[in-house]
């Protein structure tokens, strides 16, 4: 079982900035699709960034604003979060595909491990 572990969530106010990252110990992710995607309350959840291979795709609501990034080993993806909204709070959460080369999944419960969400809250 692949265990990812999410941290660098809290609470930051609007226009603040945040650093969200994901460690998967024993799992090399370098040719695999990593992302993070969230969920707020009430809410679907949504795909907000993903890498593969270097390629990286961003949500319209986080594009110019967030950015993902990965190690070199592939052990490591990070999300830095910039001019933060209170429409960012939500639950986010670090998945990866299980496919080597296999691009990134087309929704966003198509990814095959998660991990256990961290908390981001904007406060107007």
């Known amino acids: 079982q692949v265990q990812l572990v999410e941290s660098g969530g809290g609470s930051v106010q609007a226009g603040g900035s945040l650093r969200l990252s994901c460690a998967a110990p024993?799992?090399?992710?370098?040719?695999?699709?990593m992302g993070w995607l969230r969920q707020a309350a009430g809410k679907e959840r949504e795909k907000v960034a993903t890498v593969y291979l270097g390629i990286t795709y961003y949500s319209e609501s986080v594009k110019g604003r967030f950015a993902i990034s990965q190690d070199s080993a592939g052990n490591t993806v990070s999300l830095e979060m910039n001019s933060l909204k209170p429409e960012d709070s939500a639950m986010y959460y670090c998945a990866s595909d299980s496919r080597l080369y296999g691009g990134c999944p087309p929704g966003s419960a198509d990814f095959a491990y998660w991990g256990q969400g961290t908390q981001v809250t904007v406060s107007s």
């Open positions: 024993g799992y090399t992710n370098s040719e695999r699709c």
